[in-house]
């Protein structure tokens, strides 16, 4: 089961998601796509924030940060209980997990894409405003991010392909006027014309005209 939560912190609104318990959380530990928050040195639950569409991890707006930290920390048995608590995230690509790590404990590939967020005391407002969206389901992890990764590459083919055609549209417009340039004097130099410019062709005393 995975507990997904909306924040309208940010419009248009974020979801945030949660696993019920160190079982789920190995789950979207597995098959994760988007940023990664957790209580530093504390269990707690794995959050996972699906960012809008063109969002930056290392950006993410203060106010919906703050929703993704309270949300931690209401989620962690000890931490809920404690003030001045660090929350770190990164993005889930940076996840570690070997074999020889518990159940739901995770390490990070590059520390310096780790970053901390203070949580000075639980907010019950924020925390009662993400509960309010709070809706229970029992998702497809592994197919989920298929299918998210399918749509990805069908972007990026689609895009591949509108740059092909833009570049094959600019070379042949390029040709075009190269192909101009190089006959610019063409109908100078036809037959016809060669013909009455020719002064072997005029009679004797053409030039009688210039006297």
């Known amino acids: 089961m995975v507990f997904y939560f909306?924040?309208?912190?940010?419009?248009?609104?974020a979801f945030l998601y949660?696993?019920?318990d160190k079982?789920?959380?190995e789950e979207l530990i597995a098959h994760g796509l988007e940023e990664d928050f957790h209580v530093d040195k504390l269990s707690s639950a794995h959050v996972y924030l699906r960012m809008n569409e063109g969002d930056s991890w290392d950006n993410i707006p203060p106010a919906l940060l703050q929703d993704c930290a309270q949300l931690t920390k209401a989620n962690s048995i000890e931490g809920n209980k404690k003030d001045n608590l660090t929350v770190i995230y990164t993005p889930w690509a940076n996840l570690r997990k070997d074999g020889s790590m518990a159940v739901g404990q995770v390490s990070f590939t590059d520390p310096k894409k780790v970053m901390k967020v203070?949580?000075?005391q639980r907010e019950n407002a924020v925390v009662n405003r993400l509960n309010k969206t709070k809706v229970e389901r029992f998702p497809d992890l592994r197919?989920?991010?298929e299918a998210r990764l399918r749509e990805l590459r069908r972007r990026d083919q689609a895009a591949r392909d509108k740059r092909r055609k833009e570049e094959a549209q600019v070379a042949r417009e390029r040709r075009d006027l190269a192909w101009q340039k190089d006959?610019?004097?063409?109908e100078l130099f036809t037959?016809?014309?060669?013909?009455?410019?020719?002064?072997?062709?005029?009679?004797?005393d053409f030039l009688d005209d210039f006297m």
């Open 23 to 25: 079982v789920e959380n």
């Open 183 to 186: 006959h610019a004097y063409d």
């Open 6 to 13: 909306s924040s309208s912190a940010v419009a248009p609104a």
């Open 191 to 204: 037959e016809e014309n060669m013909a009455h410019s020719n002064n072997h062709d005029r009679p004797e």
């Open 18 to 20: 949660v696993g019920k």
């Open 143 to 145: 197919q989920e991010k």
């Open 118 to 120: 203070l949580v000075g």
